[in-house]
């Protein structure tokens, strides 16, 4: 089968060629973690591969409680986003554990 004027990203069951064997053969960027592309999949679709880029981390917020255990958060957004099975997108929000310590806390009221 060939790949010829079809390639698919990520998993498309409906990105398929006649294969050998009168089995089909897959024209997307999964076929590679199941092995079952077609014969010119590499050549045809790997060739116009582009990787996802992504820009800086933002700042992090500030916490979530202002007064004991809470959470910060920051992000980043993409830049260039995955094409004809290209590397994917890495993580865009991370979070993390904070204290909160603003001055009234444990001021009695």
Known sequence: GSCRHRC?????????????????????????????????????????????????????????SPCGVGSRARSRQVTVPPRHGGDPCPDLKQRRGCLGQHPTCGTAK
Do not use: H, I
């Open 8 to 64: 698919c990203p990520g998993r498309n069951n409906n990105c398929w060629a006649p294969g050998a064997r009168r089995a089909p053969c897959y024209c997307d960027s999964y076929c590679q973690r199941t092995g079952d592309c077609c014969q010119d999949y590499l050549a045809t679709c790997r060739r116009a591969a582009v990787g996802c880029a992504v820009g800086p981390w933002g700042p992090w917020s500030g916490c979530s």
